[in-house]
């Protein structure tokens, strides 16, 4: 934040602490500071010498905000630069990374991981022939986790474990973000005690750690893998910590309020159950998407509204739910990972399954 303050405007180096800070400010919390640096990235006048940096920066702010469930102020900050990028990224390798970051960022957001998948290993290329090793490491990680929500658990896991090697030799703090992902991985492709164990074991070692986003996103998958073992206890503790963690993005608190939507439905509290699914489900509405989880949040609500008896409203949302669920999965031009997508995710299953059931067409 010194750094940014004290360099000239305009100047490279103000451009890069800008993109610097975006990323802490994003992973601490300070989300009021995003919005300055939006006002100060929309309004700054630069020239070629430092047009790289200031795209790069925008790129890594669009990201930031993205993830902070401000897709407006994204589109403040790149309706600006939007040719500039398409150019300067066929030119500079460093630009063509951020931008493909940028893109794969904003794919997962509109429901649609085979092409955040495909964006994110282009970025590591690009990362690679820049030589940032660092990042390139971080975008394998993005890989697993993006193979993860198309139900690829196998290929995750190996993803995962290269990325996580990587990130442990190069003294990356991201790999203990990494080993979150594998747990969840484990949990999905049935290695449920393996998974819990690694969970916990990554969160103590988040113990310290200030970014309130990982910490959610970890609690929430801890109580996903509690909750396929049976222990529902234990996964409702861990589902509103994870609420209580994700209290400055709606994204996150949508889906962390429809894990525990979940559990609640397995004990079954029924009324608590619609409360929380309700929440998820305004929360998302609002957004227009909440990224990873989406399924899960249209699910329960649909779900809920069945446990309490209301059949037509709950066909209604079975069939949002699931065309929702199929127009993403139209998107995915690969076959096999439509398939997968579709049939080896829990929670899609029982979305195509359950409206099924409620006999909507076909």
Do not use: K
Not at 15 to 32: F, H, N, R, V, W
Not at 115 to 125: G, I, P, Q
Not at 143 to 153: E, K, Q
């Amino acid at each position: 934040f010194a750094a940014f303050r004290l360099a000239t405007a305009g100047s490279a180096l103000r451009l890069q602490a800008a993109a610097e800070l975006a990323s802490a400010t994003s992973t601490l919390g300070i989300l009021d500071t995003l919005l300055e640096l939006v006002d100060e990235l929309v309004q700054a006048n630069v020239s070629d010498p430092v047009l790289p940096d200031y795209l790069i920066a925008c790129c890594r702010l669009g990201i930031a905000l993205q993830r902070a469930g401000w897709p407006e102020h994204v589109e403040r900050v790149l309706g600006r630069v939007q040719p500039d990028l398409v150019s300067w990224s066929n030119a500079n390798a460093e630009v063509r990374a951020w931008t493909l970051l940028l893109r794969a960022e904003l794919a997962d957001h509109a429901g649609d991981p085979a092409r955040s998948l495909d964006l994110t290993r282009e970025a590591r290329l690009a990362f690679m022939e820049c030589g940032d090793r660092r990042w390139a490491c971080v975008c394998r990680g993005n890989a697993g986790s993006a193979t993860l929500a198309l139900g690829g658990y196998e290929e995750a896991r190996a993803e995962l474990g290269l990325a996580i090697h990587e990130a442990t030799s190069s003294n990356l703090a991201q790999s203990a973000i990494m080993q979150l992902n594998l747990g969840l991985a484990e949990a999905r492709d049935g290695e449920l005690r393996s998974a819990v164990g690694n969970l916990r074991s990554s969160l103590q070692s988040l113990s310290d750690s200030t970014d309130w986003r990982v910490l959610s996103a970890g609690h929430r998958y801890l109580a996903e893998a509690l909750a396929l073992s049976g222990r529902t206890e234990e996964a409702e503790m861990e589902a509103r910590m994870a609420i209580d963690l994700a209290e400055p993005s709606p994204a996150l608190r949508a889906q962390a309020l429809s894990m525990l939507a979940l559990v609640l439905l397995a004990t079954p509290r029924i009324m608590e159950a619609f409360m929380s699914a309700s929440q998820a489900m305004e929360m998302l509405v609002s957004l227009g998407g909440v990224a990873e989880d989406e399924a899960r949040v249209r699910l329960v609500y649909a779900m809920s509204l069945d446990a309490m008896g209301h059949a037509r409203s709950a066909r209604d949302a079975y069939d949002g739910a699931r065309r929702r669920l199929l127009a993403r999965a139209n998107r995915i031009s690969d076959p096999c990972w439509r398939e997968s997508f579709l049939q080896r995710v829990l929670d899609h299953q029982r979305t195509l399954a359950l409206a099924a059931a409620r006999c909507i067409d076909e």
